[in-house]
């Protein structure tokens, strides 16, 4: 049988509800294949963004979301997708390898028409074995069981002594309507770490956009006093606790521990089927956490194609050549620190 040509377009408005559907049932598709992404790249980074489907017969069989990243301190690249840890090519199961081919394909021509130094997808699977790959990043993703008590004992000794240490010190856990109590906690957090951190506006902006689908949990002390925080994001059966923040206390009263599985547990009852950890960094603390709870790493593969450079670049904290920007970073004042942090930080990606 003849099959229909298929056609590559770009996402525009009225699209949005179409593409949307297709992520949501699309097996590879992730949160992060979501349209809004468009606008929140857009407008609250002020980077370009390249939002690609394919069509058949009138059913979108393909989608690719991209952003370009130009920064005279980081470089410039075409990337799927930018702040986001998952991305590449979703298609449909019986799509076909020329759909994914021809997507690529108007990639690399998008990418050399950009003048760009590279290309990256951000794929949870390996896709091209030949192409360069970034090795430095795993993802964390395990089984939520229906009750939630079995879901306590799934979690190891140890780790499961922490959280009832945090139990045990009285701990609560609150859903904060805004993210005012985040920022303040994660703000102060990265800047502790030596990193900058991502404009409040754009915490704000996920919560309009993403609605219930985007939920901060935050734990204080029995006298209200904050300890933890992190924003979620809910994406057909799975949650993503995506962004975090810890006051210099929560470490002794285990406010963290006690923060993940308060999420774990209202997950469970939310009808949720995945804990998604997320991405960590091997070999940092993160990546030992989410290993003490009985998590195994699978790795990410983000791959690339290079144009103007020789090797997959190296734009985060592990390289030698950041270290006197970071220890710089950790001495400044949090308010001046939140200033100048989003205009460094809109070029990471």
């Given at each position: 049988m003849h099959?229909?040509?298929i056609k590559?377009?770009?996402?525009?408005?009225?699209?949005?509800?179409?593409?949307?559907?297709?992520v949501r049932?699309?097996?590879?598709?992730?949160?992060?294949?979501?349209?809004?992404?468009?606008?929140?790249?857009?407008?609250?980074?002020?980077?370009?963004?390249f939002?690609?489907?394919a069509?058949?017969?009138?059913?979108?069989v393909?989608?690719?979301?991209?952003a370009?990243?130009?920064?005279?301190?980081?470089?410039?690249?075409?990337?799927?997708?930018?702040?986001?840890?998952?991305?590449?090519?979703?298609?449909?199961?019986?799509?076909?390898?020329e759909?994914?081919a021809?997507?690529?394909?108007?990639?690399?021509t998008?990418?050399?028409q950009?003048?760009?130094?590279?290309?990256?997808?951000?794929?949870?699977?390996l896709?091209?074995?030949?192409?360069?790959?970034?090795?430095?990043?795993?993802?964390?993703?395990?089984?939520?069981?229906?009750?939630a008590?079995?879901n306590?004992?799934?979690?190891?000794r140890k780790q499961?002594?922490?959280?009832r240490?945090?139990?045990?010190?009285g701990?609560?856990?609150?859903?904060?309507?805004?993210?005012?109590?985040?920022?303040a906690?994660?703000?102060?957090?990265?800047l502790?770490?030596?990193?900058?951190?991502?404009p409040?506006?754009?915490?704000q902006r996920?919560?309009d956009?993403f609605?219930?689908?985007?939920?901060?949990?935050?734990?204080?002390?029995?006298?209200?006093?904050?300890l933890?925080?992190?924003?979620?994001?809910?994406?057909?059966?799975?949650?993503?606790?995506?962004?975090?923040?810890?006051?210099?206390?929560?470490?002794d009263?285990?406010?963290?521990d006690?923060?993940?599985?308060e999420?774990?547990?209202?997950?469970?009852?939310?009808?949720?089927?995945?804990?998604?950890?997320?991405?960590?960094?091997?070999?940092t603390?993160?990546?030992s956490?989410?290993?003490?709870?009985g998590?195994?790493?699978?790795?990410?593969?983000?791959e690339?194609?290079?144009?103007?450079?020789?090797?997959?670049?190296?734009?985060?904290?592990?390289?030698?050549?950041?270290?006197?920007?970071?220890a710089?970073?950790k001495?400044?004042?949090?308010g001046?620190?939140?200033?100048?942090?989003?205009?460094?930080v809109?070029?990471?990606?």
């Amino acid at each position: 049988m003849h099959r229909m040509p298929i056609k590559i377009k770009p996402l525009s408005p009225e699209h949005a509800t179409r593409w949307d559907a297709f992520v949501r049932a699309c097996p590879q598709a992730t949160f992060f294949h979501l349209s809004a992404w468009q606008d929140i790249v857009r407008t609250v980074f002020r980077h370009r963004t390249f939002f690609l489907f394919a069509e058949r017969d009138g059913q979108i069989v393909a989608v690719l979301p991209l952003a370009e990243v130009k920064s005279r301190l980081f470089g410039h690249a075409l990337t799927s997708l930018p702040f986001c840890v998952y991305g590449g090519i979703a298609a449909d199961e019986g799509a076909g390898e020329e759909v994914i081919a021809l997507l690529e394909q108007e990639a690399d021509t998008l990418a050399r028409q950009l003048g760009v130094q590279h290309l990256e997808y951000r794929n949870l699977e390996l896709r091209h074995e030949d192409w360069p790959r970034q090795d430095l990043y795993v993802t964390f993703r395990k089984e939520i069981l229906p009750d939630a008590e079995a879901n306590m004992l799934a979690i190891p000794r140890k780790q499961r002594a922490m959280v009832r240490k945090g139990i045990k010190n009285g701990l609560v856990s609150h859903i904060d309507p805004g993210v005012d109590r985040f920022f303040a906690l994660y703000a102060d957090n990265v800047l502790r770490h030596g990193t900058p951190a991502m404009p409040k506006k754009f915490f704000q902006r996920l919560k309009d956009t993403f609605g219930d689908d985007c939920e901060v949990l935050t734990v204080t002390d029995a006298d209200g006093r904050l300890l933890s925080s992190v924003l979620s994001f809910y994406f057909r059966d799975e949650v993503l606790p995506y962004y975090a923040g810890d006051d210099t206390a929560a470490r002794d009263l285990a406010a963290n521990d006690f923060k993940y599985w308060e999420l774990m547990r209202r997950a469970c009852e939310r009808g949720c089927k995945v804990f998604d950890y997320g991405r960590s960094k091997i070999g940092t603390g993160p990546y030992s956490f989410k290993k003490n709870w009985g998590f195994e790493p699978q790795s990410l593969s983000y791959e690339y194609r290079l144009y103007k450079r020789d090797s997959v670049p190296q734009n985060n904290p592990m390289n030698p050549k950041y270290r006197a920007f970071i220890a710089l970073w950790k001495r400044l004042p949090v308010g001046v620190a939140n200033a100048i942090g989003p205009h460094i930080v809109r070029n990471l990606g």
